[in-house]
Each structure stands twice: as C-alpha cells, then as structure tokens.
C-alpha cells in the first residue's frame, strides 16, 4: 500500500503564502512523477503542477510565476510554494503520486483565500 500525507494547507488572506508538503509512504518503487492538483467546487480537478525525478516541472498556466513545486527524493515528499494567492485559488488540493506500478493520491487538503 501506499500513504500519502499532505499538510500545510488553511485559510489566508488574497497575497499571502502557502506552502504545502506531501510525504509519500509504504511501497513507492520507481516514483516517476509527483504532483499537485485541485478541484474548486463545481469544477473538474486540474492539474496545478508536476515535477519528474530529475526536478523537471510543470504548471498549470493560472500558476506559472506564483507556484513552485520541489521535491526531495531521500524523503519522498512533494512541496508546493504558493505565492500571491488570489481567492481563485481556493480549492481542495490533492497530492499525486505515479509509479511504475499506478497512480496514488492524497486524501486532500483544504486551501481557501480570501478576498
């Protein structure tokens, strides 16, 4: 099984910061690619951004600029650096694990800004 742990969400004001961190766990062989998405109520989710082993990244276009996603791999876990959050941002946050051996995800983490 595989447990994937996220933290650092909560409630901020439009123009602060947030950092997220996901910590994956128990039988995580050939990570591949870790991630970040959200879902805002009534929408899809969407991809916020994700990184390979090698530190290549990819955004989201409404994030480019104000997020920045890392990762360390001796400890299995995926950061998310937001900045200048907008109440367009305000969505539940779902880390994201791909393996060799399938997709994982998080149980979510609420992040809500305010206006």
């Known amino acids: 099984q595989v447990q994937l742990v996220e933290s650092g969400g909560g409630l901020v004001q439009a123009g602060q910061s947030l950092r997220l961190s996901c910590a994956a766990s128990?039988?995580?062989?050939?990570?591949?690619?870790m991630g970040w998405y959200r879902q805002a109520p009534g929408k899809q989710r969407e991809l916020v951004a994700n990184i390979n082993r090698g530190g290549n990244a990819n955004y989201a276009d409404s994030v480019k600029g104000r997020f920045t996603i890392s990762r360390d791999n001796a400890k299995n876990t995926v950061y998310l650096q937001m900045n200048s959050l907008n109440p367009e941002d305000t969505a539940v946050y779902y880390c994201?694990?791909?393996?060799?051996?399938?997709?994982?995800w998080g149980q979510g983490i609420q992040v809500t800004v305010s206006s």
């Open positions: 128990g039988n995580i062989f050939g990570i591949t690619l």
């Open positions: 994201n694990l791909l393996t060799s051996f399938g997709m994982y």
